[in-house]
């Protein structure tokens, strides 16, 4: 069976699809025009129609085909004429995804923990109905009378809401997060989706690369004095940037260190990612520079699933890379984890899980694969064994239950597009450890100045949670060739 969403209005399909795949794990959904041919007697057709007339708006819609004939669910909504046409974008969106939710319950028989939440940050909900004074139950109750978000879920929602509030309150227009982008990785993970270039094929480019981002920071730091910006976090993501040779990545450390170090940062973060990037030498760097939170990212502690996505290293090597760490003077790391690689089940959960506790990290943040168009792994699914959902469920409650075990707490959470199972990834934190970054980037509570290939600042505004980005092209050779044209797109958002 494939699915179809046919919806006019531009902006509304994505996420109606989005939907409809995690009602159909695995089928194909596609968004279709009225009149494609690529229907046969299999296929599931969904049809939005929407019909606006003086405030008034009627919204429609049915389905017809597999797997069980036809139906239809219909409201009309009276829209207040106040409101902005974003807004009322805003509304609309939510109703057809809401009956769009019912319908499709009705047809399968089934319910999504989610709801029809199709957005990627879910708590940024409940910091907007806590900003407007509901109560706990109220909150709960909103939840899943607008989104059918479960108890459960909403509890979780809130919980890590309160973690975050008191990180958030003293925010200010003026206070901001700088990122620094190395798109830049020994190997290319067998999942990987983000714009990440391999050393081998870049290293040519690496030096003027730099002397690109130096460039963009010279001249936005400068920006930053005028207009007395207060930097809370750093962050130097990728990519892998301990990938890059120590004269290279001391080279980087300094020009952030010149640029941005007019004064103190709460948070400097260097993704260090994988532990064949990482030895006593580069970590003694990180920590000559300041640098207060890392990560040795182990994604799976089964060294069969590391050779199988295509990482350069074995297990023994994240723990061994994690003493040193340690040794070093590290005491705010973080781990990742996947839940749902290829060949992997409740046993090499367990395992990871267990590896993971003996090393104690500070932070763990656990992720659900999501099978992207641009990854290896979409292009070759079928080579692969994949997890069913009801599997991975029961994996990500190991690593749920694990981090609890170790007096972890939920402490920032978001969703993409195509994750197993409908689920969501989740940092988890020892209070007092949290990534300060991660909370106020992900919730977009902040502005980030965000500087290198791929990399998109966002201005964000109090007022009507307006956010403006300015992205930089994600290719090295053109960031460094038309660094003049980012450094111009980036000054003019900021002005
Ligand atoms: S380390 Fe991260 S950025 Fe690099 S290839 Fe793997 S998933 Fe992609």
Redesign the pocket.
Known sequence: MAIYVLSKIAGYANELAELARAFFPGTIVKIAAEDSNEFTDKSLVIKCHYKRTKGHVEIRIEYEGAPKGGGSLSQEHEIDVNLSSIEEKRLVKNYMKLMLYQLLEELTGRSLEWGALTGIRPTKIVHGLMDKGLDKDMIIKTLYDDYRVSGKKATLLLDIAQVQRPYFKDNHPRKISVYVNIPI?T???L??S?P?ATIDRCAHLIDDYILALDKEMKVLSRLAREQEMEVETVYIG???PTSLNVNQLEKVLKAVDKYWGYQEWREYTVEG??PDTMDKYILRLLKDYNVSRISINPQSMNDRTLRLIGRNHRSDQIANCFHMAREVGFDSINMDAIVGLPGEGVDEALHTMEEIKKLYPDNLTVHTLAIKRASRLKESIDDFETTEVKEAEEMMKIFYDGAASMGMRPYYLYRQKYMLGNMENLGFSFPSKESIYNMQIMEDQQTIWAFGAAAITKVCYPVGGRIERAPNVKDIEQYIDRIDEMIERKTRLIK
């Open positions: 990785c190997t290319k993970c999942f990987c983000f990440s990728g990519g892998t990612g994988r």
